[in-house]
């Protein structure tokens, strides 16, 4: 693609990357430089908007960015580990484009013949961007391509832990597209600090927002009369049943548990394990590097892995070696990657069965596989319901049955989970940072969020022959029902 000039000139033009918390502070400034962008934007072809899209994944999957952002987010957050951040940032922002580089979003995207439509893709304007201290660097740049692949501009508040991140990756997102003649200012952060008040400002002046992480934050985008798009908390449980293939599923559970410390809402939170299996599967995730807590440990973990009631945040997303020592644990966990600790109850009185954001696994024992489909519906009711669960099984006819059954957006079979919830190479689920969780955790969408929820849609409806059945045809099985005769009146 030609560089192209889409620059907007005078005092609206190029901000300071290096410091945006200085620029003019006010959300209302911020929202017209967006909308003076968006609108030079809003009608460049698809080569151009996908140039947009691949300029903005540069900025992140660049190793020394990838690393620098990572190291950047560890340092300021205290959350998860460099090598698997740098894993993340990489993996899901390359998923990402993948996909987006393989979907139309200019123009007529979608034509039925038979129907007599034709869908034109518009974009929706200014994205507001609430993101978390989890992933204070992938997701923003994961909500910014999808934006900017509907040719919308995006205003990011950041959770202000992750600020520092968030304001760096911004300016490195700006650069790229300043590097092939696009606006800077479709993609901006809120100054800072950023506050409740001023992400509101955000809330209620964009065209659509979209919130990840705080469920507060989730709850004030639905209030705030714009379109929202708000996604769930996690707290995932996996079966394994005596069918599954127990080693690979422990290494499963463990790779997808480990990663970036349990940052992850799609991390497992717990492990139903069938009676038949329950010894040989625990022993399967000792040999995976797991370490098994005795009674007198669990009460040790719970002990200070909550305190009044409440994740002690000095313990989150921690590495397993501070865990060990936190907990007093014995020598022999010490070089172990995650702890096993078993629970018989659900709710509230039971933390455990609840999201830990920790490299903490709960583990039940169930019956049969009808027992721990019942545990894995109770564990959803109380915390994540929506949200996903997992199998590890060589039956089909059993997931096909927690998907019929099971009040979840997604049903998982033999995955790390954490590796195929938020698309993977090997699952067909859409590249995300968001997931949403349906009607049952008050979000508006049930699946992963993508480029499509940032789009207006336009409708070309043309005559087609006409599709009108007879009154017979529907209506005749109540008839039938009722009694009633055909053409009575």
């Known amino acids: 693609m030609a560089v192209v000039n889409l620059k907007v000139p005078g005092p609206l033009g190029r901000q300071e990357p290096a410091s945006p918390s200085n620029e003019p502070g006010s959300v209302d400034s911020v929202m017209l430089r967006a909308r003076t962008a968006q609108k030079a934007f809003a009608n460049v072809d698809q080569e151009t908007a996908d140039a947009a899209v691949r300029a903005l994944a540069w900025s992140l999957y660049r190793p020394d960015h990838a690393r620098e952002l990572a190291e950047l987010a560890v340092q300021d957050t205290g959350l998860g580990n460099v090598a698997d951040k740098i894993r993340k940032k990489q993996r899901k922002t390359f998923g990402t484009l993948r996909d987006l580089l393989r979907a139309p979003s200019v123009g007529a995207i979608e034509r039925d013949e038979a129907k007599g439509l034709v869908k034109y893709a518009k974009p929706m304007g200014v994205i507001g961007a609430v993101t978390p201290s989890t992933n204070p660097g992938a997701t923003p740049v994961n909500k910014a391509m999808m934006a900017v692949k509907g040719r919308n501009a995006i205003v990011i508040a950041p959770s202000p832990l992750g600020y520092r991140t968030t304001?760096?990756?911004?300016?490195?997102?700006?650069?790229?597209?300043?590097?092939?003649?696009?606006?800077e200012d479709l993609v901006q952060i809120l100054p800072s600090p950023v506050t409740k008040e001023s992400t509101e400002a955000l809330m209620k002046a964009c065209d659509l927002v979209v919130v990840t992480g705080s469920q507060d934050n989730v709850r004030r985008a639905y209030s705030s009369g714009t379109p929202a798009v708000g996604v769930g908390a996690g707290n995932v449980p996996v079966i394994v049943d005596e069918t599954a293939d127990l080693d690979a599923a422990a290494e499963r559970i463990r790779d997808s548990k480990i990663f970036d410390?349990?940052?992850?809402?799609?991390s497992e939170n717990a492990v139903v394990i069938v009676d038949a299996v329950y010894d040989a599967a625990l022993a399967a995730l000792e040999r995976a590097g797991a370490y098994l807590c005795t009674p007198q440990e669990?009460?040790?973990v719970i002990g200070r892995l909550w305190v009044k009631g409440k994740l002690n945040r000095d313990l989150i997303a921690r590495d397993a070696a501070v865990l060990a020592e936190a907990f007093e644990l014995p020598p022999q966990a010490r070089g172990k990657?995650?702890?096993?600790?078993?629970?018989?109850?659900?709710?509230?009185?039971?933390?455990l069965s609840g999201e830990k954001l920790a490299l903490v696994l709960t583990v039940y024992r169930a019956s049969d596989f009808a027992a721990a489909k019942e545990r894995v519906r109770e564990i959803l009711e109380h915390q994540g319901k929506g949200h996903s669960c997992g199998l590890h099984t060589t039956d089909m006819d059993r997931a096909r049955e927690l998907?019929?059954?099971?009040?979840?957006?997604?049903?998982?079979?033999?995955?790390?989970?954490?590796?195929?919830?938020?698309?993977?190479?090997?699952?067909?689920?859409?590249?995300?940072?968001?997931?949403?969780c349906g009607s049952w955790q008050k979000n508006s969408i049930s699946e992963n969020l993508s480029y499509r929820h940032m789009l207006n849609i336009t409708h070309l409806v043309t005559p087609i022959p006409e599709d009108k059945p007879s009154e017979a045809e529907l209506f005749g099985p109540h008839w039938k029902r009722i009694g009633h005769k055909e053409g009575a009146r």
């Open 167 to 183: 304001a760096r990756i911004v300016e490195l997102m700006r650069a790229e597209l300043s590097q092939i003649g696009l606006p």
């Open 337 to 351: 990657s995650f702890f096993l600790v078993e629970e018989t109850g659900v709710g509230k009185e039971y933390p």
């Open 298 to 300: 669990r009460e040790q």
């Open 403 to 436: 998907a019929e059954d099971l009040e979840v957006v997604r049903v998982l079979v033999n995955f790390a989970h954490t590796f195929g919830n938020g698309g993977g190479f090997n699952s067909g689920l859409g590249f995300t940072l968001s997931m949403g």
């Open 261 to 266: 410390n349990s940052t992850s809402c799609s």
